[in-house]
Structure formats: C-alpha cells, structure tokens
C-alpha cells in the first residue's frame, strides 16, 4: 500500500449566493481595498489515504467528496493527490 495526501477545495456553485463573501467582500471597501471584488469563500480539507494506487486513491477521495465532503446541490469540489 502507497501512502497518498489529498489537497481538496470546496467552494459554492457560481449561481448560488454566498453570504460570507458578500460580507467579506462588503468589510474590503471599509478597509479602503474596494478594488477587491467578488469574494468567494469555501473550504480547504487535506486527508492521507492509503491506496494500491493513485487511480485508487482518486476514485476514493472522489467518493469522499461526494458523498461527504461536498453539498453537491450548493458546492463543487476538486482535488489533486500526492504520493507522500
């Protein structure tokens, strides 16, 4: 078994509405830095898997995302994986 780390971004769908980066994005203008627009704000998760192989690897890390990790109504994800 090969050790692997995998670096996931989960963020909202383009076409829903994201409160904390409106709000964000509002707080820049109060701190004279307007010219930063259009915040998104999501998550960042790394996890270590353990795998015979990295196309192994993905498809379980792929799953994880699906079926945990990511609200797939509201957000996408994705990911890349490393051997460690």
Do not use: W
């Amino acid at each position: 078994m090969t050790k692997f780390q995998a670096e996931i971004d989960v963020m909202p769908k383009k076409e829903i509405l994201d409160p904390q980066g409106k709000a964000v994005t509002g707080s820049m203008k109060n701190l004279g830095l307007a010219e930063i627009q259009n915040i998104r704000i999501g998550k960042h998760i790394t996890l270590e898997i353990e795998a015979e192989n990295a196309e192994i690897a993905h498809a379980k890390v792929d799953e994880a995302c699906k079926n945990l990790l990511a609200n797939l109504i509201m957000e996408s994800y994705s990911f890349k994986i490393a051997q460690v």
